[in-house]
């Protein structure tokens, strides 16, 4: 596998793992609600690090897709 094929992989995991965690996410919700308070500030449950987790890997599908095509973030 070539490294930019590696790449690619890596970033469609990262974004199939994203839609799972969005549609456990709106789940979630849809059968307890959320408040403004348990989606910013929970600590424990599906929410407790989800926001931390989702944000670090949408970076990294950023940073990859860049690294793909040879273009530069900053």
Same mark, same amino acid.
């Given at each position: 596998m070539t490294d930019i094929a590696a790449l690619k992989q890596e970033k469609q995991e990262l974004i199939d793992k994203m839609l799972e965690m969005q549609k456990k996410f709106i789940d979630f919700e849809h059968?307890? *609600?959320? +408040? *403004?308070? $348990?989606?910013?500030? +929970?600590? $424990? *449950?599906l929410l407790a690090d989800y926001r931390q987790e989702y944000q670090e890997m949408a970076t990294r599908v950023v940073d990859l897709a860049h690294e793909i095509v040879g273009s530069a973030r900053f």
């Open positions: 059968e307890n *609600g959320v +408040s *403004g308070k $348990d989606y910013w500030a +929970s600590t $424990d *449950g």
